[in-house]
């Protein structure tokens, strides 16, 4: 109890700064509403609508609603230059996510001005934001005061471990999830129990609004929380198979022992540049730089950035360059930069294949008529055929600048107009060098090269 009283006192936002973000709330919704146009409702939703945000998040979320019957193209026109009046004389910037919307500083708060339509029944969206006014109606009138810390309590624990967030960056849950997941078990202590004892495929049904059963038959997810507002949509569906792992490990290691380190890790130190030399004389790894896309959106960029790490992955196991660990890392401005552990970086000019046993004839046949042009072989091995072939690649560096050329040519666009511009390998002197000169690169790497989850 000392340490989430602990915790409570360092997220729970004071008083002033609760006031200071709804004045300047109801002075935005006061000037969209006061302003010309085809809107005709303005919501403030989100964790500080509900007064369920941490400590020094200052967010604000604005949604201008406009009526069903308004054109896509005049929805997307009024919604921006709505936004931009309230935005006149601040920074801000045009972001887009189906469609696009304005970002920006007001007063210290970041605020993001969202057009929206205004529909009756949130299963029948017309744009993806639709939901969020459902999903705010539906929460204010649920939580009570006494939810209120104990949903600030489970929202730092997973920002703690790492594991908050629906962005694909992260792949975890949203803020909406854990304000449900209070709403079912009432408590942070009997929500933590609860997750401890998930196993893949659980399914949170608030309203009960589906069979567990059918719901796994309709998502495939590792955690299923059906939307109260919408019984087709799983909330959790951003959360990956990792993240999923990590919070039920992470609940059970806090019931066994609790600590503060879960709330509030302890940041970690940078290795000296020695240190990571000498890790790196016992690992066999490859780097890989590309340019960032210029105006893109960070969680599109993202989710490209994770696919094209995979795609290599998977390349770089079929060429038999078997792949131990990778992981990838961006400053969202200038560089992304792609990380493989490897068994080998080298790999001997002869590959053996193993072939169908000598008694399947029609197999054996197959087998010996595609590998005449062999270094050795074919030849009977244990009743088997085997024959040794040689590799295309046997240097993992040759490997990558040829993959890397050959899919810039049909990679997505923001990935491949990066790679143009700038793609190279990097070895162990690359990777010192870039550790030297860039913090946030060495705080990564430093955490890539320990390994250890930060509550352990």
Known sequence: MKILKDVLER???????????????????RQINETEGKHVEVVWAGSSARDTHLKGARDLDIFIRFPQKLSRKEFEKEGLRIARKVFRGHEYEEAYSEHPYLRGNINGFDVEIVPSYRIWDSSKKLSSVDRSVFHNRYLKKRIEDKHKPQIRLLRQFLKGIGAYGAELKTESVPGYVVELLILKHG??????????NWKQGHVIDIEKQLPAKKAREKFDSPLIIIDPVDKNRNVAAALSERQFNRIVFAANAFLKKPSLKFFFPKKIESYSIEKV????????????????????LSDIVWGQIKRFRQKIERQLNLHDFKVNQAAEWTDEKKSIIFVFELKTLQLQRAKKISGPPVSLKEHSAKFLKKHKRV??????????????????FVSA????????????????????????KHSVILHEKNMLKLYKKNREFAEFFTKYLKGKESFL
């Open 187 to 196: 408590a942070f202590a009997k929500a933590i129990k609860a997750i401890a």
């Open 277 to 296: 030399r000498q890790i790196l004389e016992k690992k066999e790894l490859i780097g890989i730089e590309i340019a960032y896309p210029e105006g893109a």
């Open 375 to 392: 270094l050795s072989g074919p030849r009977i091995e244990k009743g088997k055929w085997v024959a040794e072939v040689e590799r295309e």
């Open 397 to 420: 560096e040759k490997f990558l600048r040829k993959y890397i050329r050959k899919i810039a040519s049909d990679e997505r666009e923001n990935i491949r107009n990066a790679i143009q």
């Open 11 to 29: 997220v729970t936002p004071s008083s002033s700064e609760r006031k200071a973000e709804a004045a300047l709330a109801r002075k935005i919704m």
